[in-house]
């Protein structure tokens, strides 16, 4: 490829048909490419990386599968809140004292260990519902963008307050109270040409249909991942997940066999990705956020992480990328004075973006 006018109000690049082809050809198919993101609004900064990273940069998706996180079809039953009190259970008629309450719970999973078998915690649904379910059936989710730490790249599960219900093969006694009680309540029809209308039981929600029983999810996507938001704006990250489950307002990336998942955390978390978001994603979003389907996510360039060495303490000094940051944490795969100019052009083009879609 050759620039040739660039003028700051003009640009023209020569780019071979060839390797137009090459872009847009996936599993021996011309599927298309955006010619426009990457040739004609791309800084210098980035072809330079190309051509300096040459061979050591692989697409995302040879090295992991991104994917959204679990659809319950029925958050109102499926997701649940530790209480920190112990109410009088629906289906014994006493306060069950040996059970654990929120403050508890997170003190056992921040531990990383598993109480006795059939322990209970105390727990409240979306629709007001309080009792008991059993330990082993409830796990961690990450419901939103704003339980994904900035100053860290690494989810804590004592950050998360909503656990989703995922009963094992065998329900226990409470289990089996819940979901009775979930098949004789009268639920609202929240989509569809059916929205608003009123059925018995969460087993008839058209959401639910497909998974059989219609209380166990169908294929939750199971930690360890990373995970990553579906539209961006001033703050981007990939953030590694050992415990929880994802909803599916976020994307999980699940890494292939052979590669290892903090490797990946750290040349996924690399300016040149967040660089490529800008030129990938569309700002079509409203205060001009930058929406990132998986198609795009797995079209990422990022340094082969089978060549990477890495420690859990470099990626304990990395925190999100901020756009209004002037210092920030420094996560270095080229020479550093390429990486200051990288972070420095990534920046200030995100700011142009919101900028004028406040104008």
């Known amino acids: 490829m050759k620039t040739l006018v660039d ?17 847009g050809t996936e599993d021996e198919r011309y599927q298309g ?31 992991a599968e991104v994917r959204f996180g679990i659809k319950t079809g029925a958050n109102d039953f499926f997701y649940l809140e530790p209480l920190p009190y112990r109410p009088v259970c629906p289906q014994c008629g006493r306060v069950h004292e040996e059970a654990l309450t929120a403050e508890e719970e997170r003190a056992w999973r921040e531990r990383g260990e598993e109480p006795p078998e059939g322990t209970l915690v105390a727990v409240k649904n979306g629709m007001g519902w309080e009792g008991y379910l059993e330990y082993n059936c409830l796990l961690p989710v990450i419901r939103s963008p704003r339980e994904l730490p900035s100053s860290s790249l690494e989810v804590r599960v004592a950050d998360l307050t909503t656990r989703v219900f995922l009963a094992p093969k065998l329900l226990g006694k409470h289990s089996q109270s819940y979901v009775g009680w979930g098949e004789q309540v009268e639920v609202e029809i929240s989509q569809g040409s059916r929205k608003g209308r009123y059925v018995k039981g969460y087993h008839n929600l058209p959401s639910v249909s497909a998974n059989q029983p219609w209380w166990k999810i169908a294929n939750p ?5 990373l995970v990553c938001m579906m539209s961006y704006n001033n ?44 030129l990938l994603g569309r700002s079509n979003l409203g205060q001009g956020a930058l929406d990132f389907k998986v198609y795009e996510a797995e079209q990422l360039l ?36 390429i990486e200051k100019e990288i972070r420095e052009t990534t920046q200030l083009l995100h700011r142009e973006r919101i900028k004028r879609a406040a104008s």
Do not use: H
């Not at 003009?10 to 780019?15: E, G, Q, S, T, W």
């Open 33 to 63: 490419g955006k010619w426009g993101g990457l040739y004609l609004r791309a800084p210098e900064i980035y072809f330079r990386v190309l051509e300096m990273a040459g061979d050591k940069l692989v697409r995302l998706k040879d090295v």
């Open 235 to 278: 703050r981007f990250g990939f953030w590694l997940n050992r415990r929880a489950l994802v909803d599916n307002r976020l994307y999980t990336i699940q890494v292939k066999p052979g590669i290892k998942i903090e490797a990946l955390s750290m040349v996924l978390n690399w300016s040149f990705v967040f660089l490529q978001q800008y």
């Open 302 to 337: 990022v340094m082969d992480p089978r060549n990477l060495q890495c420690t859990e303490e470099k990626i304990a000094k990395l925190g999100a990328f901020q756009i209004e940051e002037k210092i920030l944490p420094c996560n270095c795969l080229l020479e550093p004075s």
């Open 221 to 225: 996507v199971r930690p360890p991942n």
């Open 7 to 23: 003028n700051g109000k003009v640009r023209v690049r020569a780019v071979e048909a060839q390797a137009l082809l090459q872009d």
